[in-house]
Every structure is written in structure tokens, then in C-alpha cells.
């Protein structure tokens, strides 16, 4: 009698939670084979999962709350005037935002806010480090401005650059270059006005490259003086060197990539005001693309190419344009994708996709520049140029 009274069940019933060995549950009348028997009962079970539900949901809570208390929290007025100096050149919104406050508000100390106004301006050449020989190379020239300026927005760039190549000490006027483009962007945290430059095909060799510009106050700012300006300086190492584009990325052409590439990119042709728009949809890529864009009257016997350039990493995306030669009157174009390894060796790609894609007689679309429909290209064919 004390064995039985000893015993003690193998576990408890999966369905009515019965303390029983495997066969028949007394309780419920269910067979229990040893692999269903558990260990614990079901009720206990349930309020060690709700225990930890609940704590899941609590732990969520607090990091949610946690999170938006410490996004909330504006410590920046506290920050020593020194430290809050340092944190010009950084991405913190918070800290721009409390520099340019303080600056309007005059609560800088005569030193400090000396320090902002001669940091403010910064400057930075956009090229390769190498560079084929003979080749006509663009050069990107950026000028950023930092808070406190680039909250007050009262200022012009003067794109007045001088240059030095090589060990030539004579500064050369930029003006020999005619620059190909300016723009200016506004982010979350800089002003950045661009000059977009050619450098002349250059010999084989280290080059010293430097830019001197000059960038003035537009208008009287309270803080600033009327003439406030801004000297700005960048230099780089420019290596130019006995090769061609196709030692810096190798191009790439397989038929299988050519079908792929044909089912991944999509054209339109469409009219906006008097001018014509050409839209491009692209899907997955099989392989980073880089093409230079060429049009024609359908019917013409020669392609002219835009100053546009399609390129992606293998990502989706849509690259729109205009061409202010296509009029109202033209109903067809042809296209042509060519694959352009200069462009494709500033974006530092390694590789590119080595073919032509080319839609004939692309008629132009009813719709307007968004929800037209998209048409596939005519065909995809390896480039020989």
C-alpha cells in the first residue's frame, strides 16, 4: 500500500490535465501515449505563458516609452558653450538647432561665435582618385555651409575658383573651363551650392589639385558684418595614369543577362507643355547598369544623345527626363540605353552591363507624367563601341 501511496504519475493529461501514466485517462477517457503526457498541467502552462505575454508586452512599454521620452529630451541648452562649438560639423539636428538659436540670440561669447562664423564654410572636391590619361575628367566642386549660416539662408557663392595642376605654382582663373553646371540643395543640416567642372585631358602622372574660391553674404545678417566673406581652400591627390576605363570597371555581357535585362527596364514617351518627356522604370537589375541616353525622331538616320545618364546598383527605381528639341509635333522616338564606363568609374562601380537596350518607334503616351503605361524595349544587343 505504501508503493501505491509513493507512486507518482508519469505527468499529467495534455487534454483535461489528469495526473495519470500513459493509457486511458481516467478523468476524460482519452488515450495518452508517453511523447503526450506533460509535465506540467495545463492551467499552469497557460499562467506561465500569460506571465511571460505579459511581460513581453510590459518590456515593449517601457523601450516604446522609454524611446519617445528620450527623443522628447532637448539637453542642448544645457551643453557647455565649448563642447556645443565642436558639434558644428556633426549630423545632429538637436545641436544645429541650438547653435543657430543662440547665435540669433546673441548668447554666444564674442570668441565662440568668431570660431562658428570662420568654420562655417567648408569645401570638397568630387572626383577619382585615379584617372585614365587623355581624358576629359568632370570635377564636382562642393561648398557647404553649416549652421549658424545655413539657418539664415542670407548668403551667395561666388563660383570665382582659381586651380593649380601638377607643380605648376601659377593659379589659373576656372573661367578656361566654362563650368558645365551649378546647384544648390538644401538639407536637414547643410546648404550645399555645386559647380560642376571639366578638367583637360591630363598626363600620366601625380597631380596636386587645388581650388581656392570665395563666398559672400548676400545681405546685412544681425551678427554678421555686411561684407561678411569666406575664403575656401581643398586639395587633392589626382592620379592619372596609362590606362583605360575598362582597367577601372570590367563590363559585362552574357545573353541570359541580356534577356533579364530586357524584362527589368521599361520606357515612356510622353508630352509636357510644348516638350517632349522620356520616363524610365527599372526593376530589379541583374547587374549594376551605367548608359549614357540617346534620341531620334523615328524615321532619323542619326541619334543624338542626351546629357542624362541612367544608373542604378541593381536597385528598382524611375529616372525621368526632358528634351526641350522633341516638340508637340513629334509622335515616335527611338531610344537607346548605351552603356557608359566613364560615368559608371565616378560612381565607382566595378562592373557594368555591356549592352544596348533600344526601343523603336516609342509612340507617345495620352497620359500625363504619372500612371502611363510603360513599354518594354525592342531588343537588347551587345555594345561595340
Avoid at 572626383?127 to 575628367?137: Q, S
Avoid at 575598362?246 to 507643355?273: E, S
Avoid at 560615368?343 to 552591363?353: D, E, I, M, P, S
Amino acid at each position: 500500500m505504501s508503493g501505491q501511496r509513493d507512486h507518482q504519475p508519469a505527468g499529467y493529461c495534455p487534454h483535461c490535465g489528469y495526473a495519470l501514466d500513459p493509457g486511458t485517462c481516467p478523468e476524460c477517457g482519452k488515450f495518452v501515449r508517453g511523447y503526450q503526457i506533460r509535465a506540467v498541467p495545463p492551467n499552469v502552462t497557460l499562467r506561465r505563458d500569460l506571465w511571460r505575454f505579459g511581460g513581453v508586452l510590459l518590456l515593449l512599454a517601457i523601450s516604446i516609452g522609454g524611446y519617445r521620452a528620450y527623443r522628447d529630451l532637448n539637453g542642448w541648452p544645457y551643453v557647455p558653450e565649448w563642447l556645443l562649438v565642436q558639434c558644428q560639423h556633426r549630423d545632429w539636428s538637436g545641436a544645429m538647432a541650438e547653435i543657430n538659436r543662440r547665435f540669433v540670440a546673441d548668447e554666444f561669447t564674442a570668441d565662440a561665435r568668431q570660431r562658428l562664423i570662420d568654420n562655417a564654410m567648408t569645401a570638397e572636391i568630387e572626383c577619382p582618385d585615379r584617372w585614365p590619361a587623355g581624358k576629359v575628367m568632370p570635377v564636382v566642386l562642393q561648398v557647404s555651409a553649416r549652421a549658424p549660416v545655413s539657418k539664415l539662408r542670407c548668403f551667395t557663392w561666388s563660383p570665382v575658383w582659381r586651380f593649380k595642376i601638377g607643380s605648376d605654382e601659377a593659379w589659373s582663373a576656372v573661367e578656361a573651363w566654362s563650368p558645365v553646371g551649378m546647384r544648390c540643395s538644401s538639407g536637414k543640416f547643410a546648404v550645399v551650392y555645386e559647380t560642376k567642372l571639366e578638367l583637360p585631358p591630363l598626363e600620366a602622372a601625380a597631380h596636386d589639385l587645388r581650388f581656392d574660391g570665395n563666398v559672400a553674404l548676400l545681405t546685412a545678417v544681425p551678427g554678421f558684418l555686411t561684407d561678411q566673406r569666406w575664403s575656401v581652400a581643398v586639395s587633392k591627390v589626382l592620379r592619372v595614369e596609362d590606362k583605360r576605363f575598362t582597367d577601372y570597371v570590367t563590363p559585362i555581357w552574357r545573353n541570359d543577362l541580356a534577356a533579364k535585362m530586357k524584362d527589368a527596364v521599361a520606357a515612356r514617351y510622353f508630352h509636357q507643355a510644348d516638350y517632349g518627356n522620356i520616363d524610365f522604370a527599372t526593376n530589379v537589375l541583374p547587374v549594376p547598369v551605367c548608359f549614357r541616353v540617346y534620341v531620334r525622331v523615328s524615321g532619323e538616320h542619326t541619334y543624338r544623345h542626351l546629357s542624362h545618364v541612367v544608373d542604378g546598383a541593381r536597385v528598382p527605381g524611375s529616372h525621368g527626363y526632358y528634351d526641350y528639341e522633341l516638340g508637340s509635333d513629334v509622335t515616335s522616338i527611338d531610344l537607346q540605353l548605351r552603356p557608359d564606363l566613364a560615368h559608371a568609374h565616378l560612381r565607382g562601380l566595378k562592373t557594368c552591363f555591356n549592352g544596348v537596350i533600344e526601343w523603336d518607334n516609342l509612340l507617345v503616351s495620352a497620359g500625363q507624367h504619372f500612371g502611363g503605361a510603360t513599354e518594354p524595349p525592342t531588343r537588347v544587343f551587345k555594345y561595340e563601341g
